[in-house]
């Protein structure tokens, strides 16, 4: 079940509360009665440990795969230099 933050808008009693997800929206405050209590927008707090799928494939940040090599740089192509399959056919641009 998830833990819901709410606010009296009224007072500003501040609490937080276990609800299902089916169990309707809390609107009258606990502490003063009146009806400005809402939900609020907070962060999710949950953490993965452990040596699961997330550990063995996420943690640590990105990492490029091992067969992923560095972009080449701009060179001539294999046919300029004499070799490829371009060189033969006589098709090459630097010819």
Not at 34 to 60: C, H, I, M, R, S
Request: proline share 8%.
């Amino acid at each position: 079940m998830p833990i819901y933050a709410y606010r009296c808008d009224a007072c500003a009693f501040q609490k937080d509360h276990l609800q299902k997800l089916s169990d309707p929206v809390l609107s009258i405050c606990p502490e003063c009665g009146a009806e400005a209590y809402a939900k609020q927008v907070t962060a999710a707090g949950f953490q993965l440990k452990g040596n699961g799928w997330y550990a063995t494939d996420f943690k640590g940040g990105a990492t490029p795969p091992a067969d992923a090599s560095p972009k080449a740089t701009e060179s001539a192509p294999p046919c300029a230099g004499g070799t490829g399959t371009c060189a033969s056919a006589g098709t090459c641009a630097g010819s």
